[in-house]
Protein backbone atom coordinates (compact mmCIF):
# COMPACT_ATOMS: atom_id res chain seq x y z
CA UNK A 1 0.00 0.00 0.00
CA UNK A 2 1.12 3.29 -0.36
CA UNK A 3 2.47 5.50 2.62
CA UNK A 4 2.83 9.42 2.82
CA UNK A 5 4.17 11.52 5.19
CA UNK A 6 2.88 15.31 5.35
CA UNK A 7 5.31 17.91 6.43
CA UNK A 8 5.69 22.01 5.72
CA UNK A 9 2.79 23.15 8.28
CA UNK A 10 3.30 25.48 10.67
CA UNK A 11 2.36 29.25 12.07
CA UNK A 12 1.62 31.79 9.33
CA UNK A 13 0.27 35.76 9.61
CA UNK A 14 -3.03 35.96 7.55
CA UNK A 15 -1.95 36.83 3.85
CA UNK A 16 0.94 34.87 4.36
CA UNK A 17 2.11 31.47 2.40
CA UNK A 18 3.00 27.74 3.16
CA UNK A 19 4.00 25.22 1.21
CA UNK A 20 2.91 21.59 2.29
CA UNK A 21 4.49 18.63 1.18
CA UNK A 22 3.31 14.69 0.73
CA UNK A 23 6.27 12.20 0.47
CA UNK A 24 4.75 9.02 -1.49
CA UNK A 25 6.01 5.82 -1.13
CA UNK A 26 5.42 1.93 -1.94
CA UNK A 27 2.66 0.60 -4.44
CA UNK A 28 0.71 3.31 -6.27
CA UNK A 29 -0.58 1.63 -9.42
CA UNK A 30 -4.17 1.70 -7.88
CA UNK A 31 -3.86 5.02 -5.76
CA UNK A 32 -2.74 7.04 -9.03
CA UNK A 33 -4.91 10.29 -7.39
CA UNK A 34 -2.94 12.13 -4.54
CA UNK A 35 -5.35 14.65 -2.54
CA UNK A 36 -5.31 17.26 0.41
CA UNK A 37 -8.14 17.42 3.13
CA UNK A 38 -8.31 19.34 6.26
CA UNK A 39 -10.03 19.13 9.54
CA UNK A 40 -10.33 21.77 11.80
CA UNK A 41 -11.21 21.49 15.58
CA UNK A 42 -15.43 20.33 15.77
CA UNK A 43 -15.74 20.81 11.91
CA UNK A 44 -16.07 18.15 9.46
CA UNK A 45 -13.70 17.07 7.20
CA UNK A 46 -13.21 19.12 4.29
CA UNK A 47 -11.14 18.15 0.78
CA UNK A 48 -8.82 20.90 -0.48
CA UNK A 49 -7.11 19.45 -3.86
CA UNK A 50 -6.61 16.65 -5.43
CA UNK A 51 -3.76 15.49 -8.67
CA UNK A 52 -4.10 13.13 -10.49
CA UNK A 53 -0.18 10.87 -10.88
CA UNK A 54 0.43 12.28 -14.54
CA UNK A 55 -0.37 16.05 -13.19
CA UNK A 56 -2.95 16.25 -15.97
CA UNK A 57 -5.97 16.72 -14.15
CA UNK A 58 -6.53 19.04 -10.81
CA UNK A 59 -9.40 19.68 -8.81
CA UNK A 60 -9.80 22.01 -5.77
CA UNK A 61 -12.36 22.81 -3.56
CA UNK A 62 -13.89 26.13 -4.01
CA UNK A 63 -12.77 27.81 -0.79
CA UNK A 64 -8.91 27.72 -2.33
CA UNK A 65 -8.95 28.17 -5.50
CA UNK A 66 -7.12 30.86 -6.57
CA UNK A 67 -5.34 30.99 -4.05
CA UNK A 68 -4.05 27.72 -3.44
CA UNK A 69 -2.33 25.14 -6.21
CA UNK A 70 -1.58 21.21 -6.05
CA UNK A 71 1.17 20.18 -7.95
CA UNK A 72 3.60 17.26 -8.07
CA UNK A 73 7.36 15.65 -8.64
CA UNK A 74 7.18 12.06 -9.60
CA UNK A 75 11.09 12.26 -9.99
CA UNK A 76 10.85 13.39 -6.27
CA UNK A 77 7.68 11.18 -5.38
CA UNK A 78 6.38 14.26 -3.84
CA UNK A 79 3.06 16.13 -4.18
CA UNK A 80 2.94 20.02 -2.98
CA UNK A 81 0.36 21.73 -1.98
CA UNK A 82 1.59 25.83 -2.22
CA UNK A 83 -0.80 28.00 -0.16
CA UNK A 84 -1.21 31.49 -0.52
CA UNK A 85 -3.95 34.27 0.69
CA UNK A 86 -3.96 32.52 4.19
CA UNK A 87 -6.70 33.24 5.83
CA UNK A 88 -7.67 32.15 9.24
CA UNK A 89 -10.21 30.09 8.17
CA UNK A 90 -7.91 27.84 6.60
CA UNK A 91 -6.40 26.65 9.79
CA UNK A 92 -6.38 22.79 10.23
CA UNK A 93 -4.59 19.53 10.10
CA UNK A 94 -3.68 19.38 6.35
CA UNK A 95 -3.55 15.48 5.82
CA UNK A 96 -2.21 13.61 2.11
CA UNK A 97 -4.50 11.05 1.05
CA UNK A 98 -3.74 8.42 -1.95
CA UNK A 99 -7.16 7.76 -4.02
CA UNK A 100 -8.16 5.27 -7.22
CA UNK A 101 -9.08 8.86 -8.56
CA UNK A 102 -10.04 12.67 -8.41
CA UNK A 103 -13.50 11.50 -7.81
CA UNK A 104 -12.35 9.16 -4.97
CA UNK A 105 -10.86 11.77 -3.59
CA UNK A 106 -13.11 14.24 -3.45
CA UNK A 107 -15.90 11.51 -2.33
CA UNK A 108 -13.11 10.71 0.78
CA UNK A 109 -12.99 7.26 -0.62
CA UNK A 110 -9.10 6.79 0.78
CA UNK A 111 -6.63 3.76 -0.13
CA UNK A 112 -4.40 5.74 2.27
CA UNK A 113 -3.43 8.85 4.46
CA UNK A 114 -0.80 10.60 6.30
CA UNK A 115 -0.74 11.80 9.92
CA UNK A 116 -1.09 15.24 9.08
CA UNK A 117 0.51 18.58 9.48
CA UNK A 118 -0.80 21.69 11.06
CA UNK A 119 -1.51 25.14 9.58
CA UNK A 120 -2.35 27.61 11.97
CA UNK A 121 -2.92 31.08 10.75
CA UNK A 122 -3.26 34.13 12.65
CA UNK A 123 -4.96 37.31 12.20
Known amino acids: QVQLEESGGGLVQAGGSLRLSCAVSGRTASSDTVGWFRQAPGKEREFVAAITGSGGSTDYADSVKGRFTISGDNAKSTVYLQMNSLKPEDTAVYYC????????????????WGQGTQVTVSS
Open 97 to 112: VACVSVSFCRRALFDS
